[in-house]
């Protein structure tokens, strides 16, 4: 059995509290600006790391921001999600994108980024600034009242100290951070493709690349995506028609693409392909599988995912007889998906273990949520289930049966599903949302167009 080469893993937290002086963007003349940043550095491997970063309003509602800090070891930012980052020398500039502007008081707002470091170093900022205003981890004053304060007594009853809800982790997590991580086109430069021809010259081509499609592209066949490359989808990019195949090729990422009508597989990674991430896509209306899975591959994650009007899903390991080639990989996390009405295979898994299923959303599945056969060991884990008969069990067809751990799930018109046997340990570090907050963190933050890329 294979044992993946561990990255090493770095947890910097510090909460840092924002806004002195000055006046923020809000929505009342005079406002009271304050709020606090955490900025965790989740994954760290060679040359590259993912960074999360939590705002928290404490002072008056804001209708947009804008964050900046500075590095002091060279780093850098290379793409982010649910945020803008740009970078000049030091200095790093995130604004919001349009869904995430408005962070009313006490609201959180969250975005995440990968990152390069000199394999080093990699300190974390020390001082942070929104909108213009330089951090202190106060409300900060508006001046003299114009009226004498009140001389009414305090309540008798404590006010409420509700927390604000928990963010979800959107940054690169699962399988896919092992193995030396997963960075596709890094810093290359961006090609932007709006043409099938030019799509399957800039997938299949050498070197790293950054590939940004643009439009509805009408293509068929199985389009090639080689080694170091990063395809990401501009604003209601659309692949229809065909699908992409990872084939024996390694670090690639695939992110924000509405696929549909596949004559294939939407995406089919096979032949010990390694280190793939696939994440907030949209599928629908294909012929196979959405995400095939085969053939010796590993250290791939599958997050943030829509699957609707489809049938077989998610595929891990195509065949009963492939042991010899599958066991000790097909190792793969599957977080935070919204399975809307897809039928079966969500995922259906083989000899894979650990495969990690966390925090996904099933509604209505006709099917089956979750099948572990033979010898795969699965971890089904803070999950929501709704309206569905079959939410997870051991063999399927004439493949016997796996192992199968279910813990903290979320349970709505749905039973419990069969469960045995034992699961090896995750080795990555992982938030883990609680699962009752799972059905409305999910359907609002999976599928394409729900980040800024």
Not at 239 to 245: A, M, N, R, S
Not at 250 to 256: E, L, Q, T
Not at 337 to 357: A, C, I, L, M
Not at 385 to 403: I, Q
Request: hydrophobic share 30%; with cysteine; proline share 6%.
């Amino acid at each position: 059995m294979r044992t993946p080469r561990r990255r090493t893993t770095l947890i910097a937290a510090t909460t840092v509290a924002l806004l002195a002086t000055g006046t923020l963007t809000a929505v009342a003349a005079h406002a009271a600006p304050g709020c606090a940043v955490s900025y965790t550095v989740g994954g760290q491997w060679q040359g590259g790391f993912t960074g999360n970063i939590t705002i928290s309003n404490l002072g008056d509602p804001l209708s947009s921001w804008s964050l900046r800090w500075s590095y002091s070891a060279g780093q850098t930012v290379s793409d982010a999600w649910n945020a803008t980052v740009t970078q000049s020398g030091s200095t790093v500039t995130a604004t919001n994108v349009g869904y995430n502007g408005s962070v009313p008081t006490g609201g959180t707002v969250s975005f995440g980024f990968n990152g390069t470091w000199n394999n080093s170093s990699n300190p974390t900022p020390t001082s942070f600034t929104v909108n213009g205003v330089t951090c202190t981890g106060s409300t900060a004053p508006t001046g003299a009242p114009t009226t004498p304060p009140s001389t009414t007594p305090p309540p008798t009853t404590p006010p409420a100290t509700t927390p604000p809800p928990s963010v979800p982790q959107t940054g690169l997590v699962g399988w896919a951070t092992q193995n030396g991580g997963t960075t596709g086109g890094g810093n290359a430069g961006a090609t932007t493709v709006s043409t099938a021809s030019a799509l399957t010259s800039a997938l299949n081509a050498t070197g790293a690349a950054v590939i940004r499609v643009s439009g509805t592209i009408n293509c068929s066949g199985m389009l090639r995506v080689r080694s170091n490359k990063t395809v990401l989808g501009n604003a209601g990019a659309t692949i229809v028609g065909c699908g992409f195949t990872v084939n024996g090729d390694r670090n690639v990422i695939i992110r924000n693409l509405t696929f549909r009508n596949w004559s294939d597989d939407a995406v089919n990674v096979e032949s010990s392909a390694t280190n793939i991430w696939i994440d907030h896509n949209t599928f629908s209306n294909g012929y196979d599988g959405t995400v095939d899975i085969k053939r010796g591959s590993d250290f791939v994650t599958v997050s943030w995912n829509r699957v609707y009007s489809h049938d077989k899903t998610m595929l891990l390991g195509h065949s009963d007889d492939n042991g010899g080639q599958d066991i000790g990989h097909l190792r793969v996390t599957y977080h935070h998906n919204w399975y809307d009405g897809s039928k079966q295979r969500n995922p259906r898994v083989r000899f894979g273990n650990p495969v990690h299923v966390y925090n996904n959303y099933y509604y209505n599945n006709a099917g089956y949520g979750v099948a572990s056969t033979m010898s795969a060991g699965v971890l089904v884990e803070g999950n929501y289930f709704e309206n569905v008969k079959d939410t997870y069990h051991l063999g399927e067809a004439d493949s016997g049966p796996g192992s199968l751990v279910a813990r903290n799930n979320h349970f709505v018109n749905s039973p419990a599903g069969q469960t045995g046997g034992s699961v090896a340990g995750i080795p990555y570090p992982y938030t883990l949302d609680s699962a009752s907050s799972v059905k409305s963190i999910v359907t609002a933050g999976a599928g394409a167009g729900r980040i800024s890329v």
